[in-house]
């Protein structure tokens, strides 16, 4: 039972080079989120995908897209990365947007930009 | 931005001690939830609480709600240093996302 599962765990880019941050879930959920985590900042929304085919903008989606490639996988891309984005990364799904569901996160993706 | 903001942000305590966080938000919700992060980890969802329910219980965790005064507090009864660790409220205002605190670091001493 892996719940959210991403790829890779670490990562160190040079500034400007692209990556694809990947996610997965095996739990039949609707909604899945990018988040990003920096010191002192808490959590904040990148993008999101309240359902097969839908995507949307969160609090912070310049210089990130999303893709949200199946009900299961949901991956973000940076284009041209830059120093301000080195941050831990965090996917997560849930059952649905509304109604009121916990969100289940993966173990996050540590990206450091140079 | 419309996030929940937790108090205090740091909080150190002896194992078997009750630890409390509080939560503060801005706007009306539709529910309030907490999440733990050990350390390197990704957050654990541990309870829900809806916008009409005022107090719900989940082991040693107990939440309260008081929409009147737009905040939640967290209460870990006979904290183990198993707890130690950092805690997130997170807001459901309706808009299609959770909005997450910066989170308050909770450490037990044995």
């Known amino acids: 039972n892996a719940g959210v599962t991403q790829t890779p765990k670490f990562q160190v880019l040079k500034t400007g080079q692209s990556m694809t941050l990947q996610c997965a879930q095996d739990m039949n959920h609707n909604s899945m989120y990018w988040y990003r985590q920096d010191p002192g900042m808490g959590l904040r929304l990148i993008y999101y995908s309240a359902s097969e085919g839908t995507t949307d903008k969160g609090e912070v989606p310049n210089g990130y897209n999303v893709s949200r490639l199946n009900k299961r996988e949901f991956s973000l891309r940076l284009e041209s990365a830059a120093p301000s984005q080195t941050s831990v990364y965090f996917c997560?799904?849930?059952?649905?947007?509304?109604?009121?569901?916990?969100?289940?996160f993966g173990s996050g993706t540590r990206l450091t930009v140079v | 931005s419309q996030q929940g903001e937790e108090d205090p942000q740091a909080l150190s305590i002896q194992e078997g001690e009750n630890a409390t966080m509080n939560c503060s938000y801005k706007t009306s919700i539709n529910n309030l939830q907490w999440y733990r992060q050990n350390s390197g980890r990704g957050l654990v969802h541990l309870i829900l609480?809806?916008?009409?329910?005022r107090e719900k219980h989940s082991g040693r965790l107990r939440v309260t709600l008081d929409t009147s005064k737009k905040s939640s507090s967290l209460l870990i009864t006979a904290s183990r240093a198993a707890d130690t660790a950092s805690y997130f409220c997170?807001?459901?205002?309706?808009?299609?996302?959770?909005?997450f605190g910066k989170g308050n670091q909770v450490v037990v001493i044995p």
């Open positions: 609480i809806r916008s009409n329910e």
């Open positions: 997170a807001t459901d205002y309706g808009n299609n996302r959770l909005a």
């Open positions: 997560a799904s849930s059952e649905r947007q509304t109604q009121g569901y916990g969100y289940t």
